[in-house]
């Protein structure tokens, strides 16, 4: 069975860090890129980042670029997303999401999400 | 930035059909997909490449996209189909979701 279980959310203070993982299992991990989708209270989803299979292609919503950081490591079956300097505005579930597609391009589509990973930015 | 604009709410009444629009710049020239959210879930992937169906999702969910307009149909609507729908493309090196569209079966 294909699982994405997200995991690393909480409280933290504005202008803080956080590392949310993500741990992926049932698929050949290194075949599939993976993305990070953000759900505000209430609100849409949100794409913030993207990452290749192989990991050497990495992608960025301006709302996050020199932020946040996305990595995978093949030999753990494992996304992260470093994210640092944090807003208010940075409340959110945070979900990671597979691609059907080895690298982010114009077919990607998400077709396993994880249940999300809250993240509570707040003083 | 790219942008994709879906209405706000749709309503349909049960076995009727269900337009969900998304529209975008010669959007047409790119490819759509669509998820659905129930409340408190993940989203479902329900189409992608506009018209091609996953695994397990009911041939009464199709989906067009031609000009600036992306259209997801949903035929014999049914109460259990009541929830959020979002469209999605790729643009520029980024994935872009519509805003949503809340779907009321009644």
């Known amino acids: 069975e294909v699982q994405l279980l997200e995991s690393g959310g909480g409280l933290v203070q504005p202008g803080g860090s956080l590392r949310v993982s993500c741990a992926v299992s049932?698929?050949?991990?290194?075949?599939?890129?993976m993305s990070w989708v953000r759900q505000a209270p209430g609100k849409g989803l949100e794409w913030i980042s993207a990452?290749?299979?192989?990991?050497?292609?990495?992608h960025y919503a301006d709302s996050v670029k020199g932020r946040f950081t996305i990595s995978r490591d093949n030999s753990k079956n494992t996304l992260s997303l470093q994210m640092n300097s944090l807003r208010a505005e940075d409340t959110a579930v945070y979900h990671c999401?597979?691609?059907?597609?080895?690298?982010?391009?114009?077919?990607?589509?998400?077709?396993?999400w994880g249940q999300g990973a809250m993240v509570t930015v707040s003083s | 930035s790219y942008e994709l604009t879906q209405p706000p709410s749709v309503s349909v009444s049960p076995g009727q059909t269900a337009n969900i629009t998304c529209s975008g710049d010669?959007?047409?020239?790119?490819?759509a997909c669509w998820y659905q959210q129930k409340p408190g879930q993940s989203p479902v992937l329900l189409l992608y490449?506009?018209?091609k169906r996953p695994s397990g999702i009911p041939e009464r969910f199709s989906g067009s996209n031609s000009g600036s307009t992306a259209t997801l149909t949903i035929s014999g609507t049914q109460a259990m189909d009541e929830a959020d729908y979002y469209c999605?493309?790729?643009?520029?090196?980024?994935?872009?979701f519509g805003g949503g569209t809340k779907l009321t079966v009644l």
């Open positions: 490449q506009d018209t």
């Open positions: 999401a597979k691609d059907r597609s080895i690298a982010p391009s114009r077919t990607s589509a998400f077709d396993v």
């Open positions: 010669k959007l047409g020239d790119k490819y």
């Open positions: 999605q493309a790729w643009d520029s090196s980024t994935v872009v």
């Open positions: 990452i290749s299979g192989s990991g050497g292609s990495t």
């Open positions: 049932g698929f050949t991990f290194t075949s599939y890129a």
